[in-house]
């Protein structure tokens, strides 16, 4: 390998599964290099209970995708999700005073202004994501410079973490030896892997619905207005399960990733599948009806999808996705986890795969990838801007040197 690759890296460390992406930034495209995934361990509900425990399983996804890629990786784009992350909206507005062009400073000045919010103890801004600025009264700009006007106000969504949580997981990469570029709300990157943006600008929801976690983010006119985590995702479909059926954890995790499907009216009456016996008797496997099962897991995906509606009417969006749901997460490869979505949302809906990285293989286009697809992809970018400043400071310096 060249020594002066310019590496794109992301890593998702969900809570069941760790998974790690590496690109190379070449002619502003993104070429995957490597990829590597490994059983996560030291989480407790979507927190880490035992750091060491985390950094472990990041260095055995991570050293799995170095050998892969052939290269050695210093850095990464961190995703941060789970039941700590919160979005809300902010507004701020500045008077320029005599109508004038407005420039960078005014911008920087305005959104700077709309992201210095007063937060709680144990909370952190994680992203500041521009909606619109409102010119004078005219609302709907993506970029005012060049604008004359006496008034600017500036709309953008926070996204908020506990900062002991991010902390945390920052030092488990470290721990891991790898530094952090970096971090990004999980579903945020996954966005940016599977939708495009027209996509974005016509209305789509993304829920990235993992194993004790399931995050949300909604865009419209390619802006962000709602992020979210939602209290229901993968383990509480696997809990019920176990308990309707008197199974142990592990073995209604694997009866319903193989025969869990989330729409009972196609299963047939006649449809049976063996399960083993409740740990506590130790007895023959017992044959039960397969619409038992579903109907266990329709009740919970449709509560699930009732959470994504009640904040889509929360901000008055429940008629505007015309972009669909996307899902993404290992919950994505539930059967007809799609049609669950569309009869409570009443739009399209779609499992999200990655598009957008060059030699992505087949056996990745599934769901569960997306995350680190897009972390990558969001490193990419990183590594694109930054070269496009270097050039423009030595152009700069060729002029005044
Ligand atoms: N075929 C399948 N059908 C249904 N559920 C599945 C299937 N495959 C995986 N899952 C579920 O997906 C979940 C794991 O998803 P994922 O790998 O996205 O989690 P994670 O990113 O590690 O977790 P989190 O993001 O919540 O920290 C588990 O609940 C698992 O049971
Ligand atoms: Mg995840």
Sequence with gaps: MPENLQLAVGLDAGSSRTRCVIGVVEDNCLRLIGFGEAASEGWAKSRIADQTAVANSMRRALEEAERMAGVSIESCVLGVGGVTVRGSNARSEIEIGRPREIDHRDVSRVVDRASRVQLQEDR??????????????????????????????????????????????????????????????????AAHSVVLPDERKEGVAVVDIGAHSTDLVVYYGDAVQIAASLPICGDHLTRDVARGLRLSFDDAACLKEEYGCATVGRTPDNSFIEVPAPPSEGREPREVQRKMLNQIIEARADELFRHV?????????????????????????????????????????????????????????????????????????????????????????????
């Design 124 to 189: 952190m801004l994680l992203q500041a994501l521009l909606q619109d600025f409102v010119v004078d009264d005219h609302p709907g700009h993506r970029d005012p410079r060049k604008m004359v006007a006496s008034r600017v106000e500036a709309n953008v969504h926070l996204i908020t973490v506990s900062e002991r949580e991010h902390d945390r997981l920052v030092a488990a990469v470290n721990q891991a030896h790898v530094a952090v570029e970096d971090t990004v709300f999980e579903a945020f990157a």
């Design 309 to 401: 509606l009640r904040e889509l009417l929360r901000v008055g969006m429940e008629q505007a996705l015309m972009g669909g749901v996307v899902l993404t997460g290992g919950t994505a490869r539930l059967h007809e986890v799609c049609d669950a979505a569309e009869r409570v949302l009443q739009c399209q809906a779609r499992k999200g795969l990655t598009a957008g990285i060059e030699d992505w293989p087949e056996e990745m286009s599934e769901p569960a990838w997306s995350t680190a697809a897009g972390l990558a992809m969001y490193s990419g970018r990183l590594k694109m801007r930054e070269e496009m400043e270097t050039r423009a400071a030595g152009l700069l310096g060729r002029i005044f040197g």
